[in-house]
């Protein structure tokens, strides 16, 4: 009777038969158990202890971070011929926001800025899921909140490549952006909605391009007036109510 032998590994199976072997079935049986079994049953152990290996090293952690008006990173930029509001900064702002109005029958837009620390997250760190929490503000000096008064107001947020300060940043010295993994956002549906956004791609991509870690920035997908996209800054007086970012990653 023919013997059968099989090898099980983490990557299959290896299957003998002797069958077709014309030695004496002894002799293959020896050499077998005394050259080729312990060979594959190193290969075997050395196989399962880098798998193991592997799945140890991982590991999940998640970062909250909602800073408050000393360690919050955010403002928005406006564009307004009068009064040079171009030049002008609005790093502490109670709000934050994106809109296209008029006042003063005199076009204005507006984008939004805001930047997370993310230096606790080792470079080359897989992203999990990261969500971003904007809570709406009403009876501001730009009126009861979200407006779409002409139209939709979607909103993207795009990943920003180039250095810029809270404190000094206008709608003249405005970041560049990418348009890579960018996140759209669905209209509001009332003046006081607020938002949960999933913005895992561009967390990666901020990530791994951990030496421009620069942040995100809010605009109008349609900067036509009268739409206004608003939320609470990081200089809110209600620390609730401050921009949140959650993430969830492994490394």
Not at 12 to 28: C, L, N, Q
């Amino acid at each position: 009777m023919n013997g059968n032998y099989r090898i099980i590994t983490l990557c299959g199976s290896i299957e003998f038969r002797d069958a077709y072997i014309t030695k004496p079935r002894h002799r293959v049986k020896d050499h077998f158990k005394r050259t080729v079994m312990p060979l594959f049953l190193s290969l075997f152990l050395i196989t399962l202890t880098f798998v193991s290996c592997d799945r140890c090293d991982k590991e999940e952690k998640t970062l909250i971070l909602q800073p408050d008006s000393s360690e919050g990173i955010d403002a928005f930029i406006a564009a307004w011929s009068e009064e040079n509001y171009s030049n002008r900064n609005f790093g502490t702002h109670v709000e934050f926001q994106a809109s296209a109005w008029t006042s003063q029958h005199i076009p204005c837009f507006v984008r939004g800025l805001i930047n997370f620390d993310l230096s606790p997250i080792p470079a080359h760190s897989k992203i999990i899921d990261a969500n971003l929490h904007l809570f709406t503000v009403d009876n501001t000096v730009n009126g009861p909140g979200h407006s779409t008064l002409s139209g939709p107001n979607d909103f993207i947020l795009q990943r920003i490549t180039s250095d810029w300060d809270e404190l000094s940043v206008s709608w003249n010295t405005q970041p560049a952006t990418t348009t890579v993994n960018q996140v759209l956002v669905p209209s509001s549906d009332s003046t006081n909605q607020d938002y949960v956004i999933d913005i895992s791609d561009l967390v990666q991509d901020i990530v791994n391009n951990h030496m421009s870690r620069f942040g995100l920035m809010m605009r109008l997908d349609n900067e036509s007036y009268f739409r206004r996209i608003l939320f609470a800054s990081s200089d809110y007086k209600d620390p609730a109510k401050h921009p949140k970012l959650i993430v969830t990653y492994e490394y």
